[in-house]
């Protein structure tokens, strides 16, 4: 079975400061993919980030950067410098060889002026 | 990127009453889509998996003759919420997914809100 742990439920931070997410994760698939999602207020899953189990390289995309961590299990996500905008829950998730994502309970994150 | 679209994007209802929300992909065949539910501040939970031209695959606890779900098409899956009651009332989010991209990506529709009064 799959699981996904975001053990942060809320995360309050003020404008500018660095922000990291934590992911962990647990599947028997050898082959698995690894998602980060941005849900804001109107509710749609913004997509964010992909990762296959076989590409452990971090990732920068402007001020969210990724690390994915086999050894660990883990593949957490860093704002930087947040915004308010930034302001949203975002969920971690897995999908394996079937395709069904598992996801995340979700962290909450608010970001203050 | 491809596009999933789901209509309605919000719906309010009367208890008893069956609600049919779509699932569509607009620039590729979606040979599985995948039903999600999503109560307030909670996470996404899957509640079934279509695959085109069979019957839908339920998880455990989602009462398949409440959740009909019909995927007759490579482009569209509807759910029928049917005889829907308050506590029915939720965000459901389809995905699609397709042979034709093996990168494991899924695809999100925007969600529909779902009221039961």
């Known amino acids: 079975a799959q699981k996904v742990t975001q053990a942060q439920t809320e995360i309050s931070v003020v404008e500018k400061e660095d922000v990291t997410l934590d992911c962990v994760y647990e599947?028997?698939?050898?082959?698995?993919?690894l998602f980060w999602y941005k849900q804001p207020p109107s509710g749609e899953l913004v997509f964010l980030i992909r990762?296959?189990?076989?590409?452990?390289q971090n990732e920068i995309s402007g001020r969210y950067s990724w690390n994915f961590q086999k050894s660990t299990s883990s593949f957490n996500f860093t704002i930087t410098a947040s915004q308010v905008v930034d302001s949203a829950v975002y969920f971690c998730?897995?999908?394996?060889?079937?395709?069904?994502?598992?996801f995340g309970d979700g962290t909450t994150l608010t970001v203050k002026p | 990127g491809a596009v999933v679209s789901q209509h309605p994007s919000w719906v309010i209802c009367k208890s008893g009453t069956s609600v049919k929300i779509e699932c569509r992909s607009l620039?590729?065949?979606?040979?599985?889509m995948f039903w999600y539910r999503q109560f307030p501040k909670q996470s996404l939970m899957l509640m079934a998996t279509?695959?085109?031209?069979?019957?839908?695959?339920?998880e455990q606890g989602v009462e398949k003759d409440k959740f009909l779900i019909n995927h007759a098409s490579l482009t569209l899956s509807t759910l029928t919420v049917t005889s829907a009651h308050p506590e029915d009332s939720s965000f459901y989010i389809c995905?699609?997914?397709?042979?034709?991209?093996?990168?494991?990506?899924?695809?999100f529709g925007e969600g529909s809100r779902l009221t039961v009064l």
């Open positions: 990762r296959n189990s076989f590409d452990e």
């Open positions: 620039d590729f065949q979606a040979t599985t």
């Open positions: 279509s695959n085109e031209g069979s019957k839908a695959t339920y």
């Open positions: 599947t028997r698939d050898t082959t698995y993919y």
């Open positions: 998730a897995l999908s394996g060889d079937a395709g069904k994502s598992t």
């Open positions: 995905s699609a997914g397709t042979r034709e991209r093996n990168t494991g990506e899924l695809f």
